[in-house]
């Protein structure tokens, strides 16, 4: 199964309260390696954006009015998360947003069965810390320096580093392990073994016995 890392910036912290998505960005891996598939939408939430959310991500209202609205991407976006594991920093923010935008226009909730929550792994595995993207970020030396807003498709890049490094696991690169091992040794046995045994004519025994009575004693041994 795939992964899909995914991340939403919104208007606020409650959908109850009126706020909505204003942008979606997923990113998909396969074994964690990302395959270049990349989902990302800004979007139109129809309605004002609080100065506080502005300063998390930059996007002002007017900017937002001219991107498609949610209804008109959510297709688009169910199927390209569909059937893969989604990993989600505080999922349950994301997920109520989500799950409450698709309810509006009468589309299917996301199942959580497919969700890893990665806020819950940090927190299993730094009980009583901060366990904030960017505190993870920090603790595993990952570079922020590009986070100076509230960014979606590079906060699931970041999102991927960090559990990465959750997991205990190194950046996955080619994997060479998997070569057969029994082919290895079976290999190494036979440069062992099979070398070509030289049999020393009586002749050249001769002349070494000859070599060892009249040179040995010049050896300084």
């Known amino acids: 199964m795939n992964e899909i890392f995914l991340d939403t910036e919104t208007t606020g912290l ?29 979007i139109n939430p129809k309605r004002d954006i609080p100065e506080e959310a502005f300063k998390v991500h930059g996007f002002s209202e007017d900017f937002l009015s001219s991107q498609e609205t949610f209804d008109r991407i959510a297709e ?25 935008e698709l309810g509006l226009i009468k589309k299917e909730s996301i199942d959580k069965t497919f969700i890893v929550d990665s806020l819950e ?13 960017d505190s993870l970020c920090k603790r595993f030396n990952i570079d922020i320096s590009r986070r100076v807003k509230h960014n979606a498709l590079l906060d699931c890049e970041l999102l991927r580093e960090v559990y990465i490094n959750l997991l205990d696991v190194k950046e996955p690169k ?6 057969d091992q ?5 290999d190494s046995k ?13 002749v050249e025994l001769k ?15």
């Open 174 to 179: 080619l994997n060479l392990s998997s070569v």
């Open 121 to 133: 792994v940090a927190r299993n595995k730094f009980p009583g810390m901060s366990n904030s993207l």
């Open 182 to 186: 029994e082919v290895m040794k079976a």
């Open 76 to 100: 688009e976006f169910l199927n390209f998360i569909k059937g893969k594991k989604l990993i989600i920093h505080n999922a349950n923010f994301d997920l109520s947003f989500l799950n409450g």
């Open 14 to 42: 409650s959908f109850k309260d009126g706020h909505k998505i204003v942008e979606i960005a997923c990113i998909e891996t396969k074994d964690l390696i990302p395959t270049k598939k990349v989902f990302h939408k800004l």
């Open 190 to 202: 036979e440069k062992i073994y099979n070398k070509t045994i030289l049999q020393v004519s009586e």
């Open 207 to 221: 002349k070494h016995k000859e070599f060892l009575k009249s040179d040995l004693k010049k050896n300084f041994y």
